[in-house]
């Protein structure tokens, strides 16, 4: 039975933990598959240390907690920093580009990064960072599918950000898909 | 700027349905005659006297201050224009306005509704803030369309607007403030933690 152990990590109000709510909805809810998502925060409530937990697996999730990710994606140097070291020897890695510069990583180790601020910006909004590197997640991974994170996405985010949220989403989805080498 | 993706077809309320597109310049006769097949009494409301093909030649192509600007039409005939405007610089800069012109029997089927309803959403991807709309005193269909889209009655001009018939009325000014829709989105992705504050 196939599971996969995802951290995502970076600063308080980058809407890491809503990253992972639409990951962990989009697998359970609108993939059949089942999910859990665990949530730590610093002490303060932005620009603090922040990150998710999300197990995505074919069979009921016993242990929701993800010592070593499969899957690690990073949206702060900081957060690459301290969870680097728990990625899987053959983990894959995903990071923000602009904010994350990959070093010492294990060999076995795959990295794909993408600018997901500079896309979020030109789309008009810095604020949906976040929903790119969800895209970028989908497009790398195949682990949820592409209708079910589109639900997902929009089920969970405000009316009226529809719009701009998906278009985020498809930036960071195509990017993912370019660098795999997908059609 | 990436909108919804038109053209759409939308059902009315009595039945019927239209095809809500993007105007494009190759639109400049089909709107020439649109507006010029609006009453002298619905031309009046608007900025420009949009009778005057010169006039229209302008509006299809200086589309600089124009955000979004979206036909309906039926069998190639457009049947109402809306379309959202903003300023380029400025301190009102993230104000948008809309101006939205439906023909007479087109109307009282929510067509209105279903072109504002695209106005306003892709306004927050546009960065605007505030929506503006200007109705004059006793057109009450057109307030109460702006109304049910979110917009509330921010000022009133009194005898701004002279009808027809050489009489004055005043001009309601409305707004929608579509700024708290991303403020949610920003509540949303402020990490908080659960016990915070407990």
Redesign the interface.
């Known amino acids: 039975m196939a599971s996969t152990g995802i951290r995502i990590g970076g600063l308080g109000g980058q809407g890491v933990i809503l990253s992972g709510i639409i990951l962990g909805k989009a697998a359970s809810i609108f993939d059949g598959k089942n999910a859990t998502l665990i949530q730590a925060f610093g002490p303060e409530a932005r620009g603090s240390a922040c990150s998710a937990q999300v197990t995505i697996a074919d069979a009921p999730v016993a242990y929701p907690y993800v010592q070593n990710p499969d899957v690690l994606v990073v949206m702060s140097s900081d957060a690459y920093t301290q969870f680097i070291p728990t990625l899987k020897a053959d983990g894959l890695l995903l990071y923000e580009e602009e904010l994350v510069t990959p070093k010492d990583l294990p060999p076995g180790v795959k990295a794909y990064g993408i600018p997901a601020t500079r896309i979020a910006e030109e789309l008009g909004r810095r604020l949906v960072l976040n929903i790119v590197m969800v895209g970028f997640f989908a497009g790398v991974t195949g682990v949820v599918s592409l209708v079910a994170a589109e639900k997902a996405l929009l089920s969970s985010v405000p009316k009226g950000t529809e719009s701009l949220n998906l278009n985020a989403f498809r930036r960071g989805y195509e990017h993912g898909r370019s660098l795999v080498g997908a059609a | 700027?990436?909108?919804?993706n038109f053209p759409q077809t939308e059902p009315l309320r009595d039945g019927r349905s239209v095809i809500v597109r993007e105007m494009t310049i190759s639109d400049e006769s089909r709107m020439v005659e649109f507006f010029q097949g609006l009453p002298l009494e619905d031309r009046l409301f608007l900025r420009n006297d949009v009778s005057q093909p010169e006039v229209v030649h302008h509006f299809v192509r200086d589309t600089e201050d124009q955000v979004l600007n979206l036909v309906a039409e039926l069998d190639g005939k457009i049947v109402a224009s809306a379309t959202l405007e903003r300023g380029l610089y400025g301190w009102t800069r993230h104000v948008g306005e809309v101006r939205l012109v439906v023909a007479r029997p087109w109307q009282r089927c929510g067509l209105a509704k279903v072109l504002l309803r695209h106005l306003?959403?892709?306004a927050?991807?546009?960065?605007i803030e505030i929506i503006k709309g200007q109705v004059a005193g006793g057109k009450v269909g057109a307030q109460k369309a702006l109304e049910a889209m979110g917009f509330r009655k921010e000022a009133t001009l009194r005898r701004h607007v002279k009808d027809v018939a050489g009489r004055k009325r005043d001009l309601l000014i409305l707004t929608n403030d579509?700024s708290h829709?991303?403020e949610?989105?920003?509540a949303?992705?402020?990490?908080?933690?659960p016990t915070?504050g407990e």
Not at chain 2, 1 to 4: K, L, Q, S
Not at chain 2, 188 to 193: I, P, R, V
């Open positions: 700027m990436e909108f919804e306003v959403r892709a927050p991807t546009a960065g579509v829709i991303w949610k989105m920003e949303l992705n402020a990490d908080f933690s915070q």
